[in-house]
């Protein structure tokens, strides 16, 4: 008989023989930060996450660093949105000046990544820019360059395409170190797909499509080859990270992702994956700290380093690590 129990006996031997570790430093924390001065919204599909103006995100993310929360990723909602989607390269944007302000008060103790993607400056809240009724590539891509340089300006630490434009990557890179912003890495949102999974996060961000979906630019959720080949595509761009979304119905893409690049990569654990875990939780359906850290380990497991997630805050603060 083959004796597997042997190594499950104690808590001790069972820590032993652990093949897979958690570690504070690979989270990364999501925020929403808003125009405005001192005011925190909850947002309802999201419970126990706000949107923030930045006076009070500087306030949150104090406390968060405390428990060791220093790696978040910023989302500019509520700004006036126009055709051209002007407010996102703006260097008075809301973003800018969070990025700003956070930078000021806590410099390289807290990392500040940015998303960038037009969805939340367009009034049509398509990624990209609409003609025709098509999403357009080409000329999106100027925008996200923009976009991403004032950000980088402002003294964003990295950058976060999430649009799912061919070729952002090369031009945010050239855009970039044309600027002297050489150092400042990009994590691509190489291999995102067209997701039910982000409703919520569409309430917190205000940031639907008013008309039609993103399935001309975000990836079909029936491939998975074409998602390795997506990784692969950024990081001959030159992505520095590149990223699965969302995470838990993905974990075999985070193991091809993984298989297929000496890259690092990371994985987004997004709103509906949050939403659908803590309602069932406040239901008293499940135990939260158990379901979350199962969901965590079966992301490092798949070949996630690093997981971006609104549960960070919990994990660490409440040291379920
Ligand atoms: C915008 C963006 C989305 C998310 C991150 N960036 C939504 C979308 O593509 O519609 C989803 C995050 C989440 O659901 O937590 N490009
Ligand atoms: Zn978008």
Redesign the pocket.
């Known amino acids: 008989m083959q004796r597997t129990r042997r190594l499950r006996k104690t808590p001790l031997v069972r820590e032993m023989i652990a093949e897979t570790r958690l570690h504070p430093g690979m989270f990364v924390y999501?925020y929403f930060v808003i125009p405005g001065k001192n005011i925190i919204q909850e947002i309802k599909a999201m419970p126990g996450i706000s949107r923030f103006s930045s006076d009070a995100l500087v306030k949150d993310a104090e406390k968060g660093l405390r428990a060791g929360v220093n790696k978040i990723l910023l989302?500019g909602v509520g700004e006036k949105k126009f055709e051209d989607a002007r407010m996102a390269w703006d260097q008075n944007s809301i973003v800018a000046e969070a990025v700003h302000t956070l930078k000021k008060n806590f410099g390289e103790d807290l990392y500040v990544i940015t998303?960038v993607?037009l969805?939340?400056y367009t009034t049509h809240g398509h990624?990209g820019l609409l003609k025709d009724d098509y999403v357009q590539n080409d000329t999106s891509l100027d925008v996200l360059g923009r976009m991403a340089v004032a950000h980088a300006k402002a003294g964003a630490d990295m950058v976060a395409p999430?649009?799912?434009m061919d070729g952002r990557v090369a031009v945010i890179r050239e855009r970039l170190d044309r600027e002297g912003l050489e150092t400042i890495p990009i994590m691509s949102?190489s291999t995102?797909f067209a997701?039910a999974?982000?409703?919520?996060?569409?309430e917190?961000?205000d940031?639907?499509?008013g008309k039609g979906d993103?399935k001309s630019y975000?990836m079909d959720f029936r491939n998975a080859r074409e998602a390795v080949r997506e990784a692969k595509i950024d990081e001959a761009e030159g992505a520095d990270i590149v990223m699965v979304?969302?995470a838990l119905a993905y974990l075999d893409i985070i193991r091809a992702v993984r298989r297929h690049t000496a890259l690092p990569v990371a994985c987004?654990?997004?709103?509906?994956?949050?939403s659908m875990v803590k309602t069932a939780a406040a239901a008293g359906l499940i135990d939260e700290e158990r379901i979350v850290m199962e969901n965590m380990y079966a992301f490092s497991r798949a070949g996630a380093g690093i997981i971006i997630t609104?549960h960070a805050r919990a994990i660490l603060e409440n040291k379920w690590l």
Do not use: H, I, L
């Open positions: 999501p989302f998303d993607c969805c939340a990624c999430s649009d799912m949102y995102k997701s999974y982000y409703g919520p996060f569409r917190a961000a940031s639907a499509p993103r975000q979304k969302p987004y654990n997004v709103s509906a994956e949050y609104y």
